[in-house]
């Protein structure tokens, strides 16, 4: 089959990206980031949600869609979902799933140079480094030890006698535990908004609702980034603007390769 409805629909897909990018702006201009969240009587303290267990969670999981290996699922079943609901055969899925898998790959080393060079640390480990009687945290040190010996380190940091009071889940310690990445720009909020930006552009209008549900998501992962201290909203903006440009990438090899013979036939 040939798709003749390609980007028809450009107010649904401004709407999709508007929402989109307009969440980290709205976080820069009210100035939520993790430091908002805490406060000296305890965890999210400050925050008009208060600590909420139940909300906590939610969004923790929100943010596991996306963490490997649970996001491969996630992936996985966006892209059979997009392939179903355009009707293709066989090889245009498996073409689609190879398209999606290049340009997320592609996107995940531009984030991960990124990284390398600007070498952000994550405002969950500066707010640690900040604690009142504390234990001595530096993070230029931390950053240069190996793997293992980072994991060793955050323990005793994470569960120090200081902290206690704080009441930090354990899947949220261990969360931050097994983090060893710099900050800038965020992996969670590229794969997440690529994902809904490849929809808005491929899908027709009966199907956008798939496309707005994935846009919902985004949205709450990328806020989950922050409330879990993993990001400031900068760093979501340059996920953004990455998924953008993977998202360009799949439409030129969509169109390119999926309606050939080879592949409709």
Known sequence: MRITHLMENRLYFS??????????????????????????????????????????????VMTETVSFPYGVLTGSLVVLTVGRMLFFNKK??????????????????????IKQLTSEPRPYLIWLSMIKDGMPFDLTSYY????????????????????????IPPYLAEHWIIDKSYRFPSGHTFYATFFAFFSAYILPKKNYGFAFLLGAWAVIVMLSRLYLGMHIPIDLVGGVIIALLAT???????????????FTL
């Open 15 to 60: 709407i999709i990206f508007t929402c989109i990018f307009i969440t980290p702006l709205l976080a820069i201009l009210f100035n939520l980031d993790f430091s908002y969240f805490v406060s000296e009587q305890g965890m999210y303290g400050k925050s008009p949600l208060k600590f909420n267990q139940y909300f906590l969670t939610f969004l923790f």
């Open 248 to 262: 360009t990438l799949a439409a030129i090899l969509v169109k390119f390769f999926l309606f050939r013979p080879f």
């Open 92 to 113: 245009q899925i498996i073409g689609l799933f190879a398209i999606i898998s290049l340009c997320i790959l592609v996107g995940l080393s531009i984030k991960m140079g």
């Open 144 to 167: 240069e030890l190996t793997r293992s010996n980072k994991e060793e380190v955050l323990k005793h940091i994470i569960y120090q006698p200081a902290l206690e009071s704080w009441n």
